[in-house]
T-cell receptor, first 113, second 114 residues
Framework: DQQVKQNSPSLSVQEGRISILNCDYTNSMFDYFLWYKKYPAEGPTFLISISSIKDKNEDGRFTVFLNKSAKHLSLHIVPSQPGDSAVYFC????????????FGQGTELSVKP | NAGVMQNPRHLVRRRGQEARLRCSPMKGHSHVYWYRQLPEEGLKFMVY????????ESGMPKERFSAEFPKEGPSILRIQQVVRGDSAAYFCASSPRPGATEAFFGQGTRLTVV
């Protein structure tokens, strides 16, 4: 039962353009959503999070949007840079479960110069 | 402040051997989480521990897998009698309190069972 889904395994974007990574979830009992970035042979690195009571959070080039009615969130990266090329994971934190995270399958972003 | 340290980075075991994976959390962090990433998949939660306590082991296979986080020393994930299907990357994360929204991850241990 995949509660958090990233349906696009890969995404290719031109440098300077916007990257939009998508994530869907099936369970309404999440209180936070997070995005992590992962390079090969390294651990995930936290990027940005959003509370379930918000619909937008922005940090520099990264913005996360949450649409609760559609159970959908997205990460926007503007402008995209070659160094952004990595695998991006969406994760959700269930209520009252002590920080346990449910991860999506990941989307590999490639930013071409 | 050193990050989350995992060792070894790579571990090769023959079928039937035991694998021990170690995780030293960040200084001041008393909450540790273990995740497993199988090839082409996302990270799957295994277990959540505090010092000397297992808080949530709902993601742990029922047999051969165990975890501990003693009062002193690193957290250990132990896999007995390894099989080929245990080959994966195992990641540890730590946080200073439960429910922290930014868990910090280690670099992982890549286990290969031959």
């Amino acid at each position: 039962d995949q509660q958090v889904k990233q349906n696009s395994p890969s995404l290719s974007v031109q440098e300077g353009r916007i990257s939009i990574l998508n994530c869907d979830y099936t369970n309404s009992m999440f209180d936070y959503f997070l995005w992590y970035k992962k390079y090969p042979a390294e651990g995930p690195t936290f990027l940005i999070s959003i509370s379930s009571i918000k619909d937008k959070n922005e940090d520099g080039r990264f913005t996360v949007f949450l649409n609760k009615s559609a159970k959908h969130l997205s990460l926007h990266i503007v402008p995209s840079q070659p160094g952004d090329s990595a695998v991006y994971f969406c994760a959700a934190s269930p209520y009252n479960q002590g920080g346990k995270l449910i991860f999506g399958q990941g989307t590999e972003l490639s930013v071409k110069p | 402040n050193a990050g989350v340290m995992q060792n070894p980075r790579h571990l090769v075991r023959r079928r039937g051997q035991e694998a021990r994976l170690r995780c030293s959390p960040m200084k001041g962090h008393s909450h540790v989480y273990w995740y497993r990433q199988l090839p082409e998949e996302g990270l799957k939660f295994m277990v959540y521990l505090q010092k000397e306590n297992i808080i949530d082991e709902s993601g742990m296979p029922k047999e051969r897998f165990s975890a501990e986080f003693p009062k002193e020393g690193p957290s250990i994930l132990r896999i007995q009698q390894v099989v080929r299907g245990d080959s994966a990357a195992y990641f540890c994360a730590s946080s200073p309190r439960p429910g922290a929204t930014e868990a910090f991850f280690g670099q992982g241990t890549r286990l290969t069972v031959v």
